[in-house]
């Protein structure tokens, strides 16, 4: 760990970054048990029936935004033994061998492909691509790819894997003419950022009509969450400035100009092994200060299988109640 004893500097945001409503306290007094990031973090809630955002408040001043990531890893490289990976994997593939059965197989497949298994290839824009797994994924499919991020060694290992044609940039310093991508996709990446809804409409002007925009992001109305509270993986203050559920990416869909039945908006359970695995993994670590990294060194079979048994309670559970799922997803057609 470096650095942790430079502070962020703050700024207020008492009102709601999607529909403007003011904001009730949800949590006080978080910290980062992940990457050991400074600071004490409250999260308001919106108290509208059709938006129900969380968000940091107060939150980083833009730019020390970057002070919230000096420890922080995307995409790989967290240092695992080779032995213990495969362990884990063994592990895993048979835990996960009735997956099959109950479709939540195929809906990690479709999750996969960031649900544009059904399109035909064309030029794809992924933001926030990280080490670049899924770009070479979509290239092998017939995609022309092209990614974004600001993690250097995660666009270095990109380059260097894969040979993909990735840029350390925002969306907006690259200038991109109007109707450029037949699809473009971030996962992860909007409860990142300052202004979500500016970077969706600009997603949308380079999108071809007819084009498809994909929005993976944490769903804060999750089993995970109800069940894990302040410990749940999806919050992880003060990186995460925002976090969205199935009825504010409704929502967004909306403030975007899209009518409901125009969009597709849903949730699902397919990441939940991994962020259930974590939030456990955080709730029974407690608030103590120890870093969260030297926790993930050791193997807890028992956590790992209640993640498990979990995920498939949640995805048995996505038929009754649509909106639980650890993830929520939106996906537009560009009109
Ligand atoms: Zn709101």
């Known amino acids: 760990m470096k650095n942790q004893t430079v502070s962020i500097q703050t700024e207020a945001r008492p009102f709601c970054p999607l529909?403007?409503?003011r904001g009730e306290m949800f949590y006080s007094r978080l910290k980062d048990q992940l990457f050991g990031a400074p600071g004490e973090w409250d999260l308001c809630k919106c108290p509208a029936g059709n938006c129900g955002l969380l968000w940091l408040n107060p939150a980083p001043v833009q730019e020390d935004?970057?002070?919230?990531?000096?420890?922080?890893?995307t995409h790989g490289g967290t240092g695992e033994s080779l032995m213990?990976?495969?362990?884990k994997t063994a592990y895993t593939l048979l835990s996960?061998?009735?997956e099959w059965t109950v479709g939540l197989a195929q809906a990690r497949n479709r999750m996969r492909w960031l649900y544009l298994d059904n399109l035909f290839s064309g030029k794809l824009l992924d933001v926030g691509c990280g080490d670049g797994l899924y770009l070479h994924f979509m290239a092998?499919?017939?995609?022309?790819?092209?990614g974004l991020d600001f993690d250097a060694n995660a666009l270095k290992r990109a380059r260097e894997t894969y040979g993909l044609n990735v840029h350390q940039s925002d969306l907006f310093s690259r200038h991109y003419p109007a109707h450029t991508f037949d699809a473009v996709t971030l996962r992860h990446v909007i409860e990142h950022l300052p202004d979500p809804l500016g970077v969706l409409r600009e997603c949308l002007r380079i999108l071809r009509p007819g084009g498809t925009l994909v929005i993976v992001t944490p769903n804060?109305?999750?089993?995970?969450?109800?069940?894990?509270?302040?410990?749940?993986?999806?919050?992880?203050?003060?990186?995460?400035?925002?976090?969205?559920?199935?009825t504010s990416l409704k929502l967004c869909a909306g403030l975007l100009g899209y009518k409901p039945g125009h969009?597709?908006?849903?949730?699902?359970?397919?990441?939940?092994?991994?962020?259930?695995?974590?939030?456990?993994?955080?709730?029974?670590?407690?608030?103590?200060?120890?870093?969260?990294g030297e926790q993930k060194k050791t193997l807890h079979w028992t956590r790992t299988l209640r993640a498990i048994r979990l995920q498939y309670r949640e995805h048995l559970s996505l038929e009754k109640d649509p909106s639980i799922g650890e993830e929520a997803v939106l996906i537009l057609n560009k009109k």
């Open 220 to 246: 804060s109305e999750s089993l995970g969450h109800g069940l894990t509270h302040e410990c749940w993986r999806g919050l992880e203050v003060p990186r995460h400035l925002q976090i969205f559920s199935l």
């Open 140 to 146: 092998g499919k017939g995609w022309k790819t092209e």
């Open 96 to 98: 996960r061998l009735p």
């Open 19 to 21: 529909c403007g409503e």
């Open 263 to 292: 969009f597709q908006a849903f949730t699902t359970a397919t990441g939940a092994d991994f962020i259930l695995d974590e939030s456990l993994a955080l709730q029974s670590r407690g608030r103590s200060d120890l870093p969260h």
């Open 65 to 73: 935004i970057g002070k919230a990531y000096q420890n922080y890893y």
């Open 84 to 87: 213990r990976k495969c362990v």
